[in-house]
T-cell receptor, first 113, second 114 residues
């Protein structure tokens, strides 16, 4: 089967650094993405890793190790507005062509003052 | 900016009714997706389409069908709504090639089936 595992909840204080891990088990793999979703809002794209290593976008970084089927999202200098749910997602090739994306259950991040 | 719109934010239907959820994107994207989101389960793929008139089943297609007659529009159909289809429905689109790495989501339709 296909599965993505990520912690259900993480709590951190404002200004700190937090890491959200994601391990995956899928039939194929073309890349790992991260999405942010605030309460009542739509998911928005944060980052994508197609190759091993670290991708940095401002305060957010994402890491991928394909040999370990593992990735993480690193959020630095946490702000209250970072309180949201974060989803990892694997891009995979569908059976009859085209790509589909499989999402994890999401990690709820609480940022405290 | 990419814009993905969904026909309704909130919808209440009765068991057995036929329900249509519409999604329109304005960026000429090849790929369109329908997900449902339930607490603790994340986003689960119902159907997707990578071209006009093409459709492919996702992980939970039972009880749903889709239609893509035009590139910009992707419709989700509940042939006979049931209470277990009460959920948040999210539509998304993405481009081809490396553009497919990023999905753009609509605001969602919260469907309640009574």
């Amino acid at each position: 089967g296909q599965s993505l595992e990520q912690p259900s909840e993480v709590t951190a204080v404002e200004g700190a650094i937090v890491q959200i891990n994601c391990t995956y088990q899928t039939s194929g793999f073309y890349g790992l993405s991260w999405y942010q979703q605030h309460d009542g809002g739509a998911p928005t794209f944060l980052s994508y890793n197609g190759l091993d290593g670290l991708e940095e976008t401002g305060r957010f970084s994402s890491f991928l190790s394909r040999s370990d089927s593992y990735g993480y999202l690193l959020l630095q200098e946490l702000q209250m507005k970072d309180s949201a749910s974060y989803f990892c997602a694997v891009r995979d090739l569908a059976e009859t062509g085209g790509f589909k994306t499989i999402f994890g259950a999401g990690t709820r991040l609480f940022v405290k003052a | 900016d990419v814009k993905v719109t969904q026909s309704s934010r909130y919808l209440v239907k009765r068991t057995g009714e036929k329900v249509f959820l519409e999604c329109v994107q304005d960026m000429d994207h090849e790929n369109m997706f329908w997900y449902r989101q339930d607490p603790g389960l994340g986003l689960r793929l119902i159907y997707f389409s990578y071209d006009v008139k093409m459709k492919e089943k996702g992980d939970i297609p039972e009880g749903y069908s889709v239609s893509r007659e035009k590139k910009e529009r992707f419709s989700l159909i509940l042939e006979s709504a049931s209470t277990n289809q009460t959920s948040m429905y999210l539509c998304a689109s993405s481009g081809g090639g490396t553009g497919g790495n990023t999905q753009y989501f609509g605001p969602g339709t919260r469907l309640t089936v009574l």
